[in-house]
């Protein structure tokens, strides 16, 4: 079993910045495919961004693709969200994800879930 530990969310202005982080502790954080989601009040959970034990793949909904950047760092067992010209539409809460599969964005095929850490962007 892995825990997860989100943090870095917050409040900023549209086009702004903001990095969240993932921490993991328990079993082997590069056995995982790591992953973010987010969810806006009275909408479903939606895939992010992804990316792969190694940090060699990664994937992005189109929605962030150009904006967002996800990262791993193995050695610190952390994965990273880097978000840049934020919008209002970006504002939920995201929470990491890990995943024992081979490569996926399918929120159900992820294991593991972080608590969550509000987004708010305005505008």
């Known amino acids: 079993q892995v825990q997860l530990v989100e943090s870095g969310g917050g409040l900023v202005q549209t086009g702004g910045s903001l990095r969240l982080s993932c921490a993991a502790s328990?079993?082997?954080?590069?056995?995982?495919?790591m992953g973010w989601f987010r969810q806006a009040p009275g909408k479903e959970r939606e895939f992010v961004a992804a990316v792969s034990r190694s940090g060699s793949t990664r994937s992005y909904a189109d929605s962030v693709k150009g904006r967002f950047t996800i990262s791993r760092d193995n050695a610190k067992n952390t994965v990273y969200l880097q978000m840049n010209s934020l919008k209002p539409e970006d504002t939920a809460v995201y929470y990491c994800?890990?995943?024992?599969?081979?490569?996926?964005?399918?929120?159900?095929?992820?294991?593991?879930w972080g608590q969550g850490t509000q987004v708010t962007v305005s505008s």
């Open positions: 994800a890990a995943s024992t599969t081979f490569w996926t964005k399918n929120r159900s095929e992820y294991d593991y």
């Open positions: 328990g079993r082997t954080f590069s056995n995982y495919v």
